[in-house]
């Protein structure tokens, strides 16, 4: 039972640097998130996702992309990385929006270094 | 705009000290709060969801409560196991959490 899949884990990358996160989902949620935590800061969001082919933008989306292609798959990119971006990426799904309750269920994250 | 905030920031406590965790909230319209437990190196797991102020919620030695203003997360006689950050959010179009209480349970 995988839930949601992270990948890469880990991933260090050379300023002005290119690379796309990827977070698949198994459980056919509706729902997906990227969020960032940072120590200090707490997780906050970046974009997020209502259904195959919407996105959003979150708290802090600057120097991201998203796209959700298809369902069960949401892709955050970074087109032109900064050492800002250093941080843990969790992605997340649920069934109903967040509005109506259920609980978000997250992948085990992304570790991204930016030299 | 929704806020949350978390207190303590940290928290030791011996094995056996009870002790809670408090987590105050500003939100237009409580849609849900949530607690998650998170460790080192792993992604956020849930443990509550609360709706309506007076609502309680146990699981093992956890238990959470919930009024209008604020949370709490009780803690009845931590064991080591227990140590981990512990995040509460709010419900919006996403969750808005807060910074986190990180709990260190010693022998």
């Known amino acids: 039972n995988a839930g949601v899949t992270q990948t890469p884990k880990f991933r260090v990358l050379k300023t002005g640097q290119s690379m796309t996160l990827l977070c698949a989902q198994d459980m056919n949620h509706e729902y997906m998130y990227w969020y960032r935590q940072d120590p200090g800061m707490g997780l906050r969001l970046i974009h997020y996702?209502?259904?195959?082919?919407?996105?959003a933008k979150g708290e802090v989306p600057d120097g991201y992309n998203v796209s959700r292609l298809k369902k069960q798959n949401f892709l955050l990119g970074l087109e032109s990385a900064a050492p800002s971006q250093t941080s843990v990426y969790f992605c997340a799904s649920r069934a109903l929006r967040t509005s109506e309750g259920g609980e978000l269920f997250f992948g085990e994250g992304s570790r991204l270094t930016v030299l | 705009e929704d806020q949350v905030t978390q207190s303590p920031e940290a928290l030791r406590l011996q094995e056996g000290e009870s002790s809670s965790l408090n987590c105050s909230y500003t939100v237009s319209g409580l849609r849900g709060l949530f607690w998650y437990r998170q460790d080192p190196g792993k992604g956020p797991e849930f443990l509550f969801t609360l709706y309506s102020a007076g609502e309680e919620k146990e699981k093992e030695r956890l238990k959470a409560t919930l009024t209008k203003k604020e949370s709490f997360l009780h803690i009845t006689a931590p064991k080591p196991e227990d140590s981990a950050t512990y995040l509460c959010a709010v419900s919006g179009y996403a969750l808005n959490f807060g910074k986190g209480t990180s709990l260190l349970v010693t022998p």
């Open positions: 996702s209502v259904g195959e082919g919407t996105t």
